[in-house]
Nanobody, 124 residues
Framework: QVQLVESGGGSEQAGGSLRLSCVAS????????MGWFRQAPGKEREGVAG???????TYSDSVKGRFTISKDNAKNTLFLQMNSLKPEDTAMYYC??????????????????WGQGTQVTVSS
């Protein structure tokens, strides 16, 4: 079955960096659009970054220039490099796969599979 497992979260001070990983299994990894999402307490899940099958990337305005999404198809692994972290980046971060095309990449309801999440906490 399809499984997504995130890792790499933790606590960091503002201005610091973290690198999240998401290992996928149970499907042909390179054939699907993948995304990173985050959800803070009391807020809706929001799209952070997405990467298409051909490697094309997209970012939310709030992280553009600070975060980088990438993937290693040979290792079935998705990455999110997060630099210049801010306290407002604090959230649970999820990777997602099997996006249904048609609406915005950031529409979380259009992704079929999700990881369990990894917590990122940024202190000022």
């Amino acid at each position: 079955q399809v499984q997504l497992v995130e890792s790499g979260g933790g606590s960091e001070q503002a201005g610091g960096s973290l690198r999240l990983s998401c290992v996928a299994s149970g499907y042909t990894y390179s054939r699907f659009y993948m995304g990173w999402f985050r959800q803070a307490p009391g807020k809706e899940r929001e799209g952070v970054a997405g990467i298409d099958r051909d490697g094309t990337t997209t970012y939310s305005d709030s992280v553009k220039g600070r975060f980088t999404i990438s993937k290693d198809n040979a290792k079935n692994t998705l990455f999110l490099q997060m630099n210049s972290l801010k306290p407002e980046d604090t959230a649970m971060y999820y990777c997602a796969s099997h996006r249904r095309y048609g609406r915005s990449w950031s529409e979380f309801r259009d992704y079929k599979y999700w990881g369990q999440g990894t917590q990122v906490t940024v202190s000022s």
